[in-house]
């Protein structure tokens, strides 16, 4: 929970005021992660600096896009709930690495206010796809990348 809790922190200090609020992500959400073999450290020098949540497809908020459609049509894997330590490079590029060693295909959503994600994803050679709304109807920018 301290890396959620510093991740959230760095998504305010850039301007990433929605997205992360003091109830999400939840302890029990990270545990559920965690119980179901769905969440993964980077760690530096032994220690962690960083934790994603990475989850076999298909994540029922994906199944209606709005403004746009995924890239195909296949089997895929979610990214959800990076979070970093401050002050750490290369996270994204480290995390994308071993996800894409993983499965070749690969989907993740972020708020509109989110630029240093939005960014990442760029840079890392993810489409924009279009729009999908959460179980709650918040609405998020939803991309896809796909190596196979």
Same mark, same amino acid.
């Given at each position: 929970?301290?890396?959620?809790?510093?991740?959230?922190?760095?998504? #305010? &200090? *850039?301007?990433?005021?929605?997205?992360?609020?003091?109830?999400?992500?939840?302890?029990?959400?990270?545990?559920? $992660?965690?119980?179901?073999?769905?969440?993964?450290?980077?760690?530096?020098?032994?220690?962690?600096?960083?934790?994603w949540a990475f989850i076999r497809g298909p994540e029922p908020?994906?199944?209606?896009?709005?403004?746009?459609?995924?890239?195909?049509?296949?089997?895929?894997?979610?990214?959800?709930? #990076? &979070? *970093?330590?401050?002050?750490?490079?290369?996270?994204?590029?480290?995390?994308?690495?071993?996800?894409?060693?993983? $499965?070749?295909?690969?989907r993740i959503d972020t708020h509109r206010d989110n630029a240093?994600?939005?960014?990442?994803?760029?840079?890392?050679?993810?489409?924009?796809?279009?729009?999908?709304?959460?179980?709650?109807?918040?609405?998020?920018?939803?991309?896809?990348?796909?190596?196979?």
């Amino acid at each position: 929970m301290h890396l959620i809790d510093s991740g959230r922190k760095i998504m #305010v &200090a *850039s301007g990433n005021m929605h997205q992360w609020d003091d109830n999400h992500p939840s302890k029990i959400q990270i545990e559920n $992660d965690i119980a179901n073999g769905d969440s993964y450290l980077l760690l530096e020098n032994g220690k962690p600096i960083a934790t994603w949540a990475f989850i076999r497809g298909p994540e029922p908020t994906y199944a209606i896009i709005y403004n746009g459609k995924w890239l195909n049509p296949r089997a895929y894997h979610v990214i959800h709930r #990076v &979070a *970093s330590l401050p002050g750490c490079h290369g996270v994204m590029r480290d995390l994308l690495e071993w996800c894409f060693s993983m $499965d070749g295909n690969i989907r993740i959503d972020t708020h509109r206010d989110n630029a240093v994600m939005r960014h990442c994803l760029a840079k890392y050679g993810f489409t924009y796809c279009g729009i999908i709304h959460l179980q709650n109807g918040d609405e998020r920018l939803a991309y896809q990348k796909t190596s196979k």
